[in-house]
């Protein structure tokens, strides 16, 4: 299927417009608009998460288990990075039950 000339020009005219932001507090707003997963990511935190419940998990974590080698290390920051991505959906799925079932969870 071939794309006419009057749509190939709309498309030119129309990748001039935006080449993305341009100040550096739009750069930041942007930057985690594709964000899908955490497998590549540089920082621990995304905007929006509670910094403090990850700190607080990684700390016990490092109480409790005492991690001596790097993997030891790593593994307690990965099952306190884990806990913290699902509590919020955990504690919300036990309010809808609770509510279902008419128990108090408090």
């Known amino acids: 299927m071939k794309i006419s000339d009057k749509k190939i020009a709309a498309n030119k005219a129309n990748s001039l417009k935006s080449k993305?932001?341009?100040?550096?507090q739009g750069k930041d707003k942007s930057k985690f608009n594709a964000v899908k997963h955490?497998?590549?990511?540089?920082?621990?935190?995304?905007p929006?998460?509670?910094?403090?419940?990850f700190l607080e998990l990684k700390d016990e974590?490092?109480?409790l288990y005492?991690?001596?080698t790097f993997v030891e290390?790593?593994?307690?920051?990965h099952s306190s990075v884990s806990?913290?991505?699902n509590e919020p959906v955990t504690t919300k799925e036990m309010e809808l039950l609770a509510d279902k079932w008419q128990l108090q969870i408090h």
């Not at 955490?38 to 995304?46: D, H, P, Q, S, W």
């Not at 290390?73 to 920051?77: E, H, L, M």
């Open 83 to 85: 806990f913290a991505i």
């Open 20 to 24: 993305g932001p341009k100040t550096d």
């Open 38 to 46: 955490g497998a590549y990511a540089t920082t621990e935190i995304l």
């Open 66 to 68: 005492r991690p001596k």
């Open 48 to 53: 929006g998460e509670d910094e403090s419940i």
């Open 61 to 63: 974590q490092c109480r």
């Open 73 to 77: 290390k790593a593994y307690a920051i």
